[in-house]
Structures are given as C-alpha cells and as structure tokens.
C-alpha cells in the first residue's frame, strides 16, 4: 500500500527569547537578548499507509502538534525530511494544498459574525469546487453532522459543538485525502465527543481517508484508532497496533470486589497487588496468567458479594509508559 | 479571482453586520471633519482666503478629506495583527490562497462601507454649511484624482501590511501600528494642508511617500498643482508604491518563513 505519510528523524527547534524578571530585565531584553533552544521533536520516523486512522498520543508538550504542523506544511523542520502525498509540505504547494486539512480543536477558520455558510463558500471558491461538487459534498457533511440549521446563523450564536462540527465541515468541504486534526473534540460534551467520533470514523471510512488525530481523550483513540503512535519529550515511545499496547504494557489486570460484610484486609495482598480498599470493597491489580486463581482465592476466602475483573484503562497505561520514559 | 470576490463579498456582509462599530467609526470621522472645518472657518475669519485656500477651498479640502480618509485609510492592519499574534493566520497558510490577495479582498470591502458612507456624511455636511464648493471641470483632472487615490489606496495597504508584519517578530506590533498610523495622518495631510506647516518640515515630508495619499490627490482636486506637476507626483508616488510593495513582500516572506520556523 502506498505511504500517505512518511516521515524520517523530523527534528523540530523552537527558539524563544529568555526574558529576565521585572522591569529591569524588560528594559534590558530591549538591547540584548538571550534565546533558549528548545527540542520540540527529536528524530521521529515513521510511515502512515493511505487510509490508516492514526492517533498521535503523548503528553502535552510532547510535540504532537508540531509534528502535525510540520506534515501540514506550517512549520519548516530543522533537520529530517518527510512526504505527505508525496510532497513536500512545507513547499505549501497549491495542489499539495488542496488535498489535506488540518483541524485544530482550539482555533477557528469560521467567521465569528456571518454564518458558517459563507465560510463554506469561500472555502468552496479556494478550493475551487464547482457548484455541483459544492452541493453535494456540502448535503454529505451536513447529514453526518446534523448540521443544517445551523449553517444559516452567525457562527457567534453557536454552541461549542456546533461550531466545531461547522469547523469540520469547512476542513472537509473540499474532501482532504489526508487530514490532520488536533484535540478535535476538546471542550465537547459527551454526546458531542461521541458524534464527532462516529463523523471521524465514517469519513475515513467512506473515502479511504488517512486520518492522523491527537486527542488527550482516550476514548477517542480507543474507538477511532487501531494504531497509535506515542511520543514523549519529542521522540516517539511506541508504534504500533493499540491491542499490542495493552497487552505488553498491562501484564495485569484489574479485579474489583465487593464484600457482603466487613472484612478483614490481612491477607489481601496475597491474592494481588491493592490498589484500593474500604471495608466492604477492594481493587487489586493481578498478573493475567494468576487471575483465575486469584479470584478462586478471594471467593473462597471472602464473603464476596461482586466481582468483576477489567482491563487496565488505557489512560493508564500511557501513564505509565510516560513515567517509565 | 473568484475566490478574491467572495471573501470581499463576505468582509462586505460583516463590516454590515457589526453596525454599532461601524456607526461608531463613522461618528468619530465625522467629529474630526465639524472640527476640522470649525477651526479652519474660524482661522479664515473675514479674509477671503487663508495659506492660498479660498473659503470654498478649504470647504472642499475639509470635506475631501473624510472621503479620502474614509477610503484610502480604510483597511485591517489590525486584524492583521491579530490573526499573526494569535496563530490564526495559520489557517490562511495552509489553505491554497494570497493572504495578500485576501487581505486586499477584505480592505476594499472596507472601503467601499466608508466610502459610502463618507459620501453621504460629506453632502450632508455640505448641504448644511450651505457653502460653495470647488468642483473642478476639467475631466483630466477627475481622471489624475482617481488614479492618484487608487495609488494612494494600494500604497497605503502595502505600507500597512509592512507594519503589521512586525508582529511576526514580536507580540507588541500593536505599539508599532498605532503610531505609524498617527504619524501617517498627520505626515499625509489628514489633520491638515500640509502648507500650514514650516517650509523645512514640509519639504522633509515630501520625500516620504505619506503626503501623497491625501495632501497630493485634494491638491490635485484643486487644481493647485498643474496636470503636467500632477503627472510627474503621480509617477514619484507610483515608484513608491513598487518600492513599498516590493518591502512589504520581502518582510511577509521572511515573516512566514520565521513563523514557519518558531511555530505558531
């Protein structure tokens, strides 16, 4: 299958001015002032086929954003190289242009006072859509977003959720073959989070789109992606499938017991490690090859009146595998 | 093209929306304008005639002035400005459009509100004083006017794109923009002929490009100068006008490019 994306030692520097405290320091950095380098990402590689659904995992100031900056085309990277359709993104070629979006959750490209609908043009004339595609990309996306009666009002009086999904259709009017989004569904309620998910997924879907999202939300990456790329302090931490996370980083599982009495926690700590105890409930992570015995242990030993054993949250483990790095 | 028509479609349709901005804006111009001629009437006084400006002339002059500063000064340096500090110019760079072309798109929609409604403010204004105004005959020196404010209008963009373009560089170009605008009102003769000020001073001011987007074109108007002078000036300020766009494109690209490489 052929790379949508390929990128190799990216290396990204921010230079940003050191400025002293207090006013003494503000009159001084007006004659001389020190800069500080900072590695925002250092040497990522990686290969994204045409149509994968990719989620960007890592802290903030990981340099996800960077990364997506720099395959948009917005950011120059200091060394390293990287093709995005076969291009090279920071030449910001118009063709090149044509074929991506990059959604950032936090900025807008609406106008604040005009309805989203004129935005919509506007992108239709960038892009040069005809009248025809206009129509008929814009009745797709506004049925997958709900988004009609909407389109008409000031972009000012929507809520959150709405403008985001109008942010959506204005990023994916002219059908990007890849699209970049960043933290798409911050600030959204849950049930907007949800919609914008299912959008995500049936757009990829539908075009064979190569989808690259960073989100702090993890059920985002859990229900969109089947890869994810973790990266930390600039270098990548994991590539790969997100079943093979969890299986190699939660060697345990979680087991969650309620007691129809008191008990008496001696004894316990046996059985797994505890994670939290009351009187009448415990959670105790086990390995996975002890947890059949484990919970043998603990129901012939306890009154137990519930038991459920689950998977490690996957927030979790991201967790650990950035305290381990 | 296209896409240049409707985002200055779209700019016409917010300016309209955001009224009480733009009656603000307008009540402001047309306080500068009473005060302007209050002042200038009373420093003519009895005399028929003041620095070389008849009554009517300097009617004229006053009443020109919110018309030319309502469309050559019309402009959104300061979203410019905006957009660069807040990153939002990001959406711009990596869509297939000028940002210059855009930015243009949205000063004409700008400019065609103010000019609108600078016309009705000024015959308004001249229907009240009653005053006779200079209207020149001479078709020549309706198209030297024209051509000379259209330079003025484009001169004036450029130069305020080069301003705002600092913002690349640092996050107080808001500073910068608010006194070159100041100074560019006073230096292009928007406060007033620049013939009150003292020969030396003016002649100084004559070899920056700023006198000729308001002081030059009403001088034209008045026929103060002759068409062969206006020519000549019209040719001087078409020179800047390939000087300063040629700056302000230089600045924009190395702009982006530092952007490109400091983030956004």
Aim: some cysteine.
């Amino acid at each position: 299958m052929a790379a949508a994306i390929e990128t190799r030692e990216l290396v990204k520097d921010y230079r940003s001015p050191l400025k002293e405290p207090g006013l003494w320091g503000g009159v001084k950095s007006l004659f001389h002032r020190e800069y500080k380098d900072t590695r925002a990402v250092d040497g990522v590689s990686f290969r994204i086929d045409e149509g994968e659904l990719v989620g960007f995992l890592g802290p903030n100031g990981a340099g996800k954003t960077t990364t997506l900056k720099m395959l948009s085309g917005l950011l120059t990277p200091t060394s390293g190289r990287a093709t995005a359709l076969g291009f090279t993104p920071w030449n910001r070629e118009p063709s090149f242009q044509r074929s991506i979006s990059l959604v950032m959750g936090q900025r807008s490209q609406l106008w604040w006072e005009i309805p989203a609908y004129e935005t919509l043009r506007l992108n239709q004339a960038i892009y040069g859509l005809s009248e025809a595609e206009f129509r008929s990309h814009l009745d797709e996306l506004v049925d997958l977003l709900e988004l009609r009666e909407h389109l008409f009002v000031p972009v000012k009086k929507l809520s959150l959720g709405q403008r985001m999904r109008a942010e959506l259709a204005a990023a994916l009017l002219h059908r990007p073959r890849l699209l970049l989004l960043d933290e798409p569904t911050i600030g959204l309620d849950v049930v907007m989070q949800k919609k914008v998910r299912e959008f995500i997924k049936a757009y990829n879907a539908r075009y064979g789109a190569t989808i690259m999202l960073t989100s702090h939300n993890m059920t985002d990456v859990v229900e969109l992606c089947r890869r994810v790329i973790v990266i930390d302090k600039g270098r990548i931490l994991y590539d790969g499938s997100l079943d093979r996370l969890v299986e190699s980083h939660a060697d345990y599982k979680i087991l969650r017991a309620r007691f129809s009495k008191a008990v008496d926690a001696t004894g316990l700590e046996t059985i797994g490690k505890i994670v939290k105890i009351g009187a009448f409930d415990v959670t105790l992570e086990i390995p996975r090859a002890r947890m059949a015995a484990g919970a043998t242990a603990l129901l012939s030993s306890y009154p137990v009146a519930d038991l459920n054993v689950e998977d490690v949250a996957i927030d979790d483990i991201i967790r650990r595998l950035f305290t381990r790095s | 093209m296209k896409k240049y028509l409707i985002a200055y479609s779209i700019a016409l349709q917010e300016t309209l929306q955001r009224r009480s901005t733009l009656i603000m804006d307008r009540l402001g111009g047309f306080a500068v304008v009473i005060s302007l001629y209050s002042f200038w009437i009373a420093l003519i006084g009895d005399k028929s005639s003041f620095l070389g400006y008849s009554r009517s002339e300097m009617l004229t002059y006053v009443l020109l002035l919110n018309i030319l500063r309502s469309f050559v000064f019309a402009g959104r340096g300061w979203q410019l400005v905006g957009e660069i500090s807040s990153g939002r110019i990001s959406s711009y760079l990596v869509r297939p459009i000028s940002y210059h072309g855009y930015a243009l798109s949205l000063d004409l929609a700008q400019k065609s509100v103010h000019l609108v409604s600078a016309i009705l403010e000024v015959s308004l204004l001249a229907a009240l004083v009653r005053g006779q105004l200079f209207i020149p005959a001479d078709p020549a020196t309706w198209l030297l006017f024209t051509a000379s404010v259209v330079v003025s209008s484009l001169l004036f963009f450029f130069l305020e794109f080069l301003v705002s373009s600092l913002a690349f560089w640092t996050s107080e170009s808001g500073g910068p923009l608010f006194c070159f605008e100041l100074f560019l009102q006073f230096a292009a003769g928007a406060f007033f002929p620049l013939d009150v000020l003292p020969e030396g001073l003016r002649r100084a001011l004559e070899i920056t490009p700023f006198p000729y987007m308001v002081y030059f074109p009403i001088r034209l108007f008045l026929q103060k100068i002759t068409p062969a002078q206006a020519l000549h000036l019209l040719t001087l300020e078409t020179a800047w006008l390939f000087a300063v766009a040629a700056a302000a494109l230089f600045v924009w690209r190395r702009g982006v490019r530092s952007y490109a490489a400091e983030g956004g």
